[in-house]
């Protein structure tokens, strides 16, 4: 009996020491300690790899920033967004960060770990977004990167020992080019975050919209943009949170609590 409690306790112990809060609480309380075992450097390095083989490919397609105007307008709104990532981590001022529009219908934008983030041309030219609407997804999307969302759900996987970790040990991967590269894009773009992930986002997301002097309430605006958009369909933006009328509740209570920060950027500008 006691060969079985001793491992378990040890592994109790170890796993305790691996829940920490990624940020700070900021304005909206965003401080869920959460389960890390993949470490940083190793999710930032595929970040990395991941995104220098997505530009790369854009490229290829020349679909990387070719509306000079509209990349300067994205580029313009994440360099407001990224000053404010300080009020829930400071390093996250230091982090190499990287903007970049690719020329697609599809009705998605992302942030890798550590940074770097992608906006996709028909997400806004088909939603008609206004400055603010854009700060609203950016803002959403560089929460996930915060919060370290990929690394989280990554962790997750690694300690049930399925999905991608799974297949990379079966297939001999392990840290690989191949398999870095698979880790980011899988846990960022591919698979969906959780519900929980998702209501961060949007809760941190606003908050940086606010401090960066954008109407939080138009969030809330964005989001039934795009639902009713979708139809039938769901875009992939809102897989995994459809715009439902809690959330929608949800975005008008957090934008209403952040709002006395969004008045405060207004003053200083």
Same mark, same amino acid.
């Given at each position: 009996? !006691?060969?079985?409690?001793? *491992?378990?306790?040890?592994?109790?112990?170890?796993?305790?020491?691996?829940?920490?809060? %990624?940020? /700070?609480?900021?304005?909206?309380? =965003?401080?869920?300690?959460?389960?890390?075992?993949?470490?940083?450097?190793?999710?930032?390095?595929?970040?990395?790899? =991941?995104?220098? +083989?997505?530009?790369?490919?854009?490229?290829?397609? +020349?679909?990387?920033?070719?509306?000079?105007?509209?990349?300067?307008?994205?580029?313009?709104?994440?360099?407001?967004?990224?000053?404010?990532?300080?009020?829930?981590?400071?390093? =996250?001022?230091?982090?190499?960060?990287?903007?970049?529009?690719? @020329? %697609?219908?599809? $009705?998605?934008?992302?942030?890798?770990?550590? /940074?770097?983030?992608?906006?996709?041309? #028909?997400?806004?030219?088909?939603? %008609? $977004?206004?400055? =603010?609407?854009?700060?609203?997804?950016?803002?959403?999307?560089?929460?996930?990167?915060?919060?370290?969302?990929?690394?989280?759900?990554?962790?997750?996987?690694?300690?049930?020992?399925?999905?991608?970790?799974?297949?990379?040990?079966?297939? #001999?991967? &392990?840290?690989?080019?191949?398999?870095?590269? @698979?880790?980011?894009?899988?846990?960022?773009?591919?698979?969906?975050?959780?519900?929980?992930?998702?209501?961060?986002?949007?809760?941190? &997301?606003?908050?940086?919209?606010?401090?960066? &002097?954008?109407?939080?309430?138009?969030?809330?605006?964005?989001?039934? +943009?795009?639902?009713?958009?979708? #139809?039938?369909?769901? *875009?992939?933006?809102?897989?995994?949170?459809?715009?439902?009328?809690?959330?929608?509740?949800?975005?008008?209570?957090?934008? !209403?609590?952040?709002? *006395?920060?969004?008045?405060?950027?207004? +003053?200083?500008?």
């Amino acid at each position: 009996m !006691k060969r079985f409690i001793l *491992p378990l306790v040890f592994t109790m112990i170890f796993l305790a020491g691996c829940f920490v809060s %990624s940020t /700070g609480a900021g304005a909206v309380g =965003a401080d869920r300690r959460q389960l890390f075992l993949i470490s940083s450097e190793t999710m930032n390095q595929s970040a990395n790899l =991941a995104y220098a +083989k997505t530009l790369q490919s854009a490229r290829q397609e +020349k679909a990387l920033n070719i509306d000079p105007v509209l990349t300067k307008r994205v580029q313009a709104i994440g360099k407001r967004l990224i000053a404010q990532v300080g009020a829930f981590r400071e390093d =996250a001022l230091k982090w190499d960060w990287q903007v970049n529009v690719i @020329n %697609s219908n599809t $009705l998605n934008a992302w942030c890798m770990p550590g /940074g770097k983030i992608a906006v996709y041309s #028909g997400l806004i030219k088909n939603l %008609s $977004l206004t400055d =603010a609407q854009i700060a609203a997804v950016m803002g959403h999307e560089i929460a996930h990167a915060l919060r370290e969302h990929s690394r989280e759900q990554a962790s997750t996987d690694q300690l049930k020992n399925i999905g991608i970790f799974a297949v990379s040990t079966a297939a #001999g991967l &392990g840290d690989t080019a191949t398999g870095l590269i @698979n880790l980011a894009t899988q846990y960022t773009i591919s698979l969906p975050f959780s519900r929980s992930h998702e209501t961060e986002a949007d809760h941190i &997301g606003t908050e940086l919209m606010a401090r960066a &002097g954008y109407d939080p309430h138009e969030a809330v605006t964005v989001w039934e +943009k795009m639902s009713k958009k979708s #139809g039938d369909s769901v *875009p992939e933006i809102l897989s995994t949170h459809p715009s439902n009328a809690s959330r929608i509740k949800d975005l008008k209570e957090i934008a !209403k609590k952040v709002e *006395p920060l969004y008045l405060a950027a207004q +003053k200083a500008n």
